[in-house]
């Protein structure tokens, strides 16, 4: 990166930060000095050369050297995952589809228009208590020709994470499929999902034929959620607290080692599917599967409960303006979430204690909690003063003119 492009990536990262850059990235060029041509933005998503592949890796890398500044643990843990932007008024934009709405809107169609992103995430630990949290690293386009699972596939292998690690992708039932199984199996890396509850699973077979013949590779078959009844004793039954819906509850965890058939060509991978049940609930079970067979049960099952943490993430990144971007050409509909990954980071690195950061406190009756992303990028807004582009507080009668109104 030139030395100008950098210019021009700090004052966006500075407007993204503050807020100024949510509804125009023309106006992060406040930050900058006189002489500064605010061109240079424009030219930052579309006329400048800028790996989208070594952003990405530079900001994993970034996260591993903050969080774990000495040594990693055996075992680190990231998350897959799509969402939608919509945008309703564009045309001729880049990469614009139509999407069905994943969730029910009152007033609007059951399809969006706009774009589908892939990101990724890191899910890590943090405080006294323990608690999931997840930081963006990456983020790439839906094209349509090419599956979500064959995508998420192209992102591991672009994020160029360090290898003598076990990396497990934690992904929901949507992506878990052949194609994503077979991309981490040829990379070295594991996956670890929710299945669908007609999802087909082979065991090992227990006898071999005597004589002639081709020897059998699999044996008993059944879908994942007929296992508990049809082969209770090939499962490991154990007992676990998890917070399930707001509160503590009790679970009923059951593994074993299975059979997938079609990842590998021509022959098996094994594989252990975990069936946890919630006790005294109405809960249908949970289905998952993992590649990793050194990975514990219970590991497990709470590795995938912190996947909902990148739904967070999700809120986070359009709040910062995911769905904002007004410019029309692919290669700024592509770097415009790189960007808002390496901002999402920092403030969630100031909401979870990893950065230190001493800023005003806004202490509203409504809302108590400070150290949110949100609250983190509004202090951080209130602590520049003064206001950049809000003219509106420098007027000396404003108390007077809200009155009038």
Known sequence: ???????????????????????????????????????RLSDLFCRHQLSHQAFMAALARLALARLYPAGGPAR????????????????????????????????????????????????YRHGQEQLWASVLVGALLYVKGRTLPELTGDLVHQLRLPEGVRHVW????GLLSRPLLRSLTRQGQFGLGRA????????????????????????AKGRVDKLLARFPERLRQQRMKLRVQGRERQLTVADGEVLLRGVPQGRPLLARVIV?????????????????????????????????QIEVNFDEVKELGLGHYLGRSGQGVRRWPLFLCAAQMVLKFMA??????????????????????????????????????????????????????
């Open 276 to 308: 946890v049940t919630v006790e005294r609930s109405k809960l249908k079970p949970w289905y998952l599967v993992t590649t990793d067979l050194e990975l514990a049960a219970e590991e497990a099952v709470r590795a995938y409960a912190g996947r909902q």
């Open 1 to 39: 990166m030139r030395a100008e492009v950098f210019h021009s990536f700090c004052f966006l990262l500075t407007g993204l930060l503050v807020g100024e850059a949510k509804h125009g990235t023309v106006r992060a060029s406040v930050f900058a000095p006189p002489t500064y041509q605010p061109q």
């Open 196 to 219: 669908r509850c007609n999802q087909v699973v082979y065991f090992t077979t227990r006898r071999q034929r005597t004589g002639r013949g081709r020897k059998r590779t699999y044996g």
């Open 76 to 123: 680190l843990f990231w998350i897959a995952d799509a969402t939608n932007t919509e945008k309703p008024d564009a045309e001729r934009v880049s990469g614009g589809h139509w999407f069905h709405r994943t969730k029910r809107v009152a007033g609007r169609a059951t399809t969006l228009k706009g774009h589908c992103y892939l990101f990724a995430a890191h899910l």
């Open 352 to 405: 979870t204690g990893i950065i230190e950061m001493a800023l005003p406190k806004l202490h509203w009756a409504w809302y108590q909690q400070e150290n949110t992303v949100g609250q983190r990028r509004r202090r951080l807004s209130e602590s520049c003063r003064p206001r950049i582009s809000r003219l509106l507080e420098a007027i000396p009668n404003l108390r007077e003119i809200k009155k009038a109104a």
């Open 170 to 173: 934690v992904v929901d039932r």
